[in-house]
T-cell receptor, first 113, second 113 residues
């Protein structure tokens, strides 16, 4: 899992602002995922992508957007439409489908000013 | 969709004792069941997983058992140590092109020295 990096470690968002979280992997994994973690809520899937230039909504996609222009990169944008963005955001990747082991990045903590 | 539940939400054991954490799932088509350990402020890390064609799997002090009929699987940690203190997440996934991991809400394990 050392091959997955996320930046920044902490991010502050102002009202009405869009912010973008970075996720990069050098594991040559096809699939990448974004999860949101709130205290006592476990991990909830926001978006996932199994191949370049294609992605699917997860369980809580509203207020978020993604792109997958390169195999190694899967940035997540938290838009102003997301009214409660404060959370710990985790990116993960796997070789292929979800039946493969997912490896997580170190996470980005997003706080609202 | 899949629903994964973990019980109890917290568990405290004495160092050296065994700990058992149970998860139930709802989708009988699920066939991959990983367990992740997350220390405070860090990324989740896979500690063991099991697939539906196997009833039990062991790795040193850790074992996972699967009961497909009852739709539950359990994590067993023997000879617990203080460094086992963390949040443990179970997850379940089916097959198919767009299948995805569904996580439980996590259990906080505390090992008392």
């Amino acid at each position: 899992d050392g091959g997955i990096t996320q930046s920044p470690k902490y991010l502050f968002r102002k009202e009405g602002q869009n912010v973008t979280l970075s996720c990069e992997q050098n594991l040559n994994h096809d699939a990448m995922y974004w999860y949101r973690q709130d205290p006592g809520q476990g991990l909830r899937l926001i978006y996932y992508s199994q191949i370049v230039n294609d992605f699917q909504k997860g369980d809580i996609a509203e207020g978020y957007s993604v792109s997958r222009e390169k195999k190694e990169s899967f940035p997540l944008t938290v838009t102003s439409a997301q009214k409660n963005p404060t959370a710990f955001y985790l990116c993960a990747s796997s070789m292929g489908t979800s039946v493969e082991t997912q490896y997580f990045g170190p996470g980005t903590r997003l706080l609202v000013l | 969709g899949e629903n994964v539940e973990q019980h109890p939400s917290t568990l405290s054991v004495q160092e050296g004792d065994s700990a058992v954490i149970k998860c139930t799932y709802s989708d009988s088509a699920s066939n991959y069941f990983p367990w992740y350990k997350q220390e405070l402020g860090k990324r989740p890390q896979l500690i063991i997983d099991i697939r539906s064609n196997v009833g039990e799997k062991k790795d040193q002090r850790i074992a996972v058992t699967l009961n497909k009929t009852a739709k539950h699987f359990s994590l067993h940690i023997t000879e617990t140590q203080p460094e086992d203190s963390a949040v443990y997440f179970c997850a379940a996934s089916g097959t198919g092109a767009n299948s995805k991991l569904t996580f439980g809400k996590g259990i906080t394990l505390s090992v008392r020295p």
